[in-house]
């Protein structure tokens, strides 16, 4: 059964991990080469949006975040000085850039925001007076998290740079990659359209990894948008429709592990693609996979240690109830414990709606938007073995002596995703599986048992 | 150099912003260094996101600090316009019940300081209702933004939460300044050395106590910090502001070497200490004793890098600490190296008043220290800064303080020009502090410094970071690339 506990559901207060809006947008134009983000706001927020958009970089693209140098000065007497001078620097190629960029992206802290700065103003002058593009999104940290973040950079991109297009519309859209929650999603994302192409599934675009500023024209072109993340967009969702382009509704669940992955791609594969392809290209896959596991005794030894033990899982909601259901139906791991993450009621509901399946067959207790504190605690009182959150909650989780796996997240920061394999897909089932292999290994080898009985020469030795 | 956030200045370095921000500082400052206290963020969960983001976590994850516990106001744009202090109310409710700290300290930032919540009045109204003592930390993060002035503003801060003392402990002896650093030490568990080790070394050699290190411990380890006779220095960056505040609110008097390092500068440090406590005898026999351990080992590093440059590459870390990184120059000069000092953002050398007193008033240091305008903090590479002093790869040792150090195999990589990793960030030794205070601390520089001329000898085999960086990332394309084009 599943239990459903919303202990935060009577307060504002939160204590969980959720970067602000302008770091949802720069991940959103991060993705386009040949552009320039300028950021106008205080060094803090400045450095985590540098932060993140180096997750951009493993087989991506590097896209300047450039701040404007926002001082206490700025903060009282306004900043549009700076604002314009940096813009000028850059459109006009005079420091920082070789090349004048396509197009430039302004971003903003809380500081300017509360303060009134016309941004738009801004970059108004300066795209007049140098010819360069220049986009001011107004995304402030308390205009919200990520996913709305991101909604604010898509729409500014279908209202000022994608054009009305009557042509034939084919294939979809993945939009906002990183709000599957994964830590490895730049690779994850990669595989997902191998996936989807051998299926006979288009992918007109995916907003942002790897684009030009002229590829955005394409946007158009899709027949239709899946979100990757679970929260609602109805800003973007209404102009992109205005557009032409519907956008995806379905309780789908994030392709980590076989099953997960059978029943995502078959899903769309029906109504956008090839379902023989889709079926054949399972088969090839899972081929590969037993090549590697089937009379494999590593294989058998591990997976025989892994099922029946008891895990918890935190992270977005999307990441945390596909992994649940990875750990559950391919592992015949009891997971016990969920902690989901969402800015929106729409997006716990939605990962609540691919947990349901569950709850005939496990009994588990789901928790909305937990602080810390509860997580941990119910993670304890469950007893789990194991627990699959992110970096940021690694000490947490280590505190209370349960092992730790870093999956969810992001990229940055300390996980150490350097070799390009995906996690999701029958291909990432091979990574997946060792890395849910080494934290039950962490969990269960006797390390201190190691230090404290070990062989000491001499030891017990006479005289 | 013209005033900071003036017109002249703005044009001479457009683009400067400082170093993360004062709500940073404060939240990182206060958190995780005093185990029973929580910090509840008056603001945006973004702010709690950038500090967990890397700070908090890389703090827990390297350097012995417990995960910090962050609730928050969650303040959204409603609460921006119509004021949020009905939420922080509540927070500060459920955190009192549900985390029951000893110390709740309220931290605001941009949005909630600059809408004037009366954070103040929110305090009166709950105090009765709450277990926790509470203290507001006004912190919006553009309030000072270059790092000096913003941990300047926090010394009053933390002498505010301490007691004053119903007595005086003769001997003694409370370490200020350290940050990011626990009193977990190596015997209870950690994997590498804090500074708590160093500091009691030196402390005790001399027949006095430890009383605190500060930050660490909890709240009742905090406020009765005054109980000590006499204040010392870690980093005068982070120790003068509190020990300025401690001697105005308590009469704690304090001296004001910074960071032992190299026989000279610990000498100097513990002889100070030794004077004031009237230990003069027992310090010289300590010091003496500790030197000639050491001695073998000072004249061998020697031999490798007397007559040495020593390229000093600062960076945004050094903008929180540029001290620290003058401390090695100290340390490199004493063993007859010539230290050239570099990247080091002209806003932050003179908005950090205390490191400047520490290094150059009371050290009488004063190396070469190459100015520029780094726009948009962009740094200068290290083969420009050697080109212009005229000077090789086998004649530097090059030392840097935060990540994307300099590297490019086939003209500057670890394989053909010395380098030691002097960032505390990085920089993790078992048995040592990982700043390098200290005798043990000296050693393992001692010992770091020779491996990497050592290192360099090699001339071949350049290492995948450098290869990585380079666009001669093999042996047999740099060998082209030297034999020039065919003609």
Redesign the interface.
């Known amino acids: 059964m599943m239990e459903v506990l919303s202990p935060t559901k009577d307060?504002?207060?939160?204590?969980?991990?959720?970067?602000?809006?302008?770091?949802g947008s720069i991940f959103i134009t991060s993705g386009i080469q040949d552009t320039v983000n300028v950021y106008h706001g205080?060094?803090?927020?400045?450095?985590?949006a540098q932060?993140?958009r180096g997750d951009l970089i493993p087989n991506g693209v590097y896209v300047p975040v450039?701040?404007?140098?926002?001082?206490?000065?700025?903060?009282i007497m306004g900043g549009a000085k700076?604002l314009d001078?940096?813009l000028r620097?850059i459109a006009e190629a005079k420091?920082?850039v070789k090349v004048a960029p396509q197009c430039i992206w302004i971003s903003m802290?809380?500081?300017p925001?509360?303060?009134g700065e016309d941004i738009e103003g801004v970059a108004r002058g300066v795209a007049a007076d140098s010819g360069v593009k220049i986009v001011a999104i107004e995304n402030?940290?308390?205009?919200?998290?990520l996913a709305r973040g991101a909604e604010l950079a898509l729409c500014k991109i279908l209202d000022e740079v994608v054009q009305p297009y009557d042509g034939k519309r084919e294939g979809i859209n993945l939009i906002a990659p990183f709000l599957m929650g994964s830590a490895n999603w730049p690779f994850d994302i990669d595989h997902m359209v191998e996936i989807l192409q051998a299926a006979g599934i288009k992918v007109n675009l995916v907003l942002s990894r790897n684009l030009t500023f002229a590829d955005l024209q394409r946007f158009p072109a899709a027949e239709a948008n899946l979100l990757l993340g679970y929260d609602e967009m109805p800003d973007f969702v209404g102009k992109s429709e205005k557009l032409g382009v519907s956008t995806l509704t379905d309780d789908l669940v994030l392709p980590f592990g076989i099953g997960n992955t059978e029943e995502w791609l078959l899903s769309l594969a029906e109504r956008f693609g090839d379902v023989g392809k889709a079926q054949q290209y399972l088969s090839d896959e899972m081929g590969k996979v037993k090549r590697i596991l089937q009379r494999n005794y590593n294989f058998s030894w591990m997976a025989s240690f892994l099922s029946d033990k008891y895990a918890a899982v935190c992270g977005y909601a999307p990441f945390a109830a596909a992994i649940t259901r990875y750990l559950f139906h391919d592992l015949n791991i009891r997971v016990k414990v969920v902690g989901l993450w969402s800015e929106t009621e729409a997006g716990i509901q939605k990962a609540e709606r691919v947990l349901e399946p569950l709850s005939d067959s496990l009994d588990f207790k789901v928790l909305e938007n937990p602080?810390?504190?509860q997580l941990a605690e119910a993670a304890k009182e469950a007893n789990v073995d194991f627990a699959i959150g992110s970096?940021?909650?690694?000490?947490?989780f280590k505190?209370y002596g349960i092992a730790h796996l870093n999956l969810g997240g992001f990229y940055?920061?300390?996980n150490y995703n350097f070799v390009p394999w995906p996690l999701l897909g029958v291909k990432g089932s091979l990574r997946l599986f060792s890395e849910v292999c080494k934290v039950v290994d962490d969990a269960f080898y006797e390390t201190e048992a190691w230090k404290k009985l070990a062989f000491v020469p001499g030891d017990g030795v006479e005289g | 150099m013209p005033e900071i956030?003036t017109e002249e200045f703005?044009e001479l370095c457009?683009?400067?912003?400082?170093?993360?921000?004062r709500?940073?500082w404060t939240t990182t400052y206060f958190q995780q260094f005093f185990r029973d206290v929580v910090i509840v963020t008056h603001?945006?969960?973004?702010?709690?996101?950038?500090v967990?983001?890397?700070k908090?976590?890389?703090y827990?994850?390297h350097s012995a600090l417990?995960?910090a516990?962050?609730?928050?106001?969650?303040?959204?744009?409603n609460?921006?316009i119509m004021g949020g202090t009905d939420?922080l109310a509540?927070?500060l409710r459920?955190?009192d019940k549900?985390?029951r700290p000893a110390l709740i300290i309220i931290t605001d930032?941009?949005?909630s300081y600059?809408?004037h919540d009366d954070v103040d009045a929110v305090i009166a109204e709950i105090e009765p209702d709450v277990k926790a003592k509470i203290v507001y930390t006004p912190s919006?993060?553009?309030?000072?933004?270059?790092c000096g002035k913003a941990v300047e503003a926090m010394g009053p801060l933390v002498a505010s939460l301490m007691d004053a003392p119903s007595e005086i402990d003769q001997e003694g002896v409370n370490v200020l300044g350290l940050y990011y650093d626990t009193r977990f030490t190596e015997a209870e568990g950690r994997k590498h050395g804090g500074n708590t080790e160093a500091y009691v070394h030196l402390i005790e050699g001399i027949g006095l106590k430890v009383h605190r290190i500060m930050n660490a411990g909890d709240y009742d380890y905090l406020r009765t910090a005054p109980e000590a006779r006499v204040n010392t220095i870690h980093t005068a960056m982070w120790g003068y502001p509190v020990a300025q505040a401690m001697e105005e609110q308590f009469g704690t008097p304090w001296l004001k070497r910074q960071l032992p390092m190299g026989l000279e500068g610990i000498r100097n440090w513990v002889m100070d200490l030794a004077r004031f406590m009237n230990r003069e005898e027992e310090a010289e026999r300590f010091v003496k004793v500790e030197e000639e351990k050491l001695a073998s080992l000072f004249e061998e590093t020697k031999k490798w890098v007397e007559g040495k440059v020593l390229l000093v590459e600062c960076s945004r870390n050094s903008q929180a600490k540029y001290g620290e990184m003058l401390a090695y120059a100290r340390l490199g000069q004493e063993l007859g190296m010539k230290p050239y000092v570099y990247c080091l953002h002209p806003v932050e050398f003179k908005s950090q008043k205390d490191d400047m007193i520490a290094v150059f008033e009371v050290e009488g240091l004063n190396p070469p220290v190459l100015i520029g305008p780094y726009?948009?903090?962009?740094p200068v590479n290290v083969e420009d800064v050697m080109a212009d002093l005229g000077v090789d790869g086998d004649q530097c040792l090059y030392i840097y303080d935060d990540v994307f150090p300099y590297a490019k195999s086939g003209s500057f990589d670890p394989s053909n020009v010395a380098r030691y990793t002097t960032s505390s960030q990085m920089k993790r030794v078992k048995g040592s502090s990982f700043l390098g205070v200290g005798y043990a601390g000296t050693a393992v520089t001692y010992r770091g410094m020779i491996e990497a001329f050592q290192a360099a000898r090699r001339k071949s085999k350049p290492t995948f970071f450098g290869r990585v960086w380079s666009s001669t990332p093999f042996e047999f394309q740099s060998a082209k690339q030297k034999e020039g084009p065919v003609s």
Not at chain 1, 391 to 396: C, E, F, M
Not at chain 2, 14 to 21: I, L, Q
Request: overall charge negative; aromatic content about 12%; charged content about 15%.
């Open positions: 307060t504002k207060m939160r204590d969980q991990f959720q970067p602000g809006a302008f770091i205080v060094s803090g927020c400045h450095a985590m932060h993140f450039i701040g404007t140098g926002f001082l206490e000065t700025e903060a700076k001078r940096t620097d420091s920082l802290s809380d500081c925001a509360v303060g402030a940290g308390f205009k919200g998290g602080t810390y504190l970096i940021q909650d690694k000490p947490l505190s940055y920061f300390n | 956030d703005n457009p683009g400067y912003e400082g170093v993360w921000c709500y940073l603001g945006p969960l973004s702010c709690v996101a950038a967990k983001n890397f908090q976590t890389h827990s994850l417990p995960f516990h962050s609730p928050c106001t969650n303040m959204d744009e609460a921006v939420i509540d927070t459920r955190v549900e985390y930032t941009c949005a600059m809408i919006p993060g553009f309030a000072g933004v270059q726009p948009y903090h962009q």
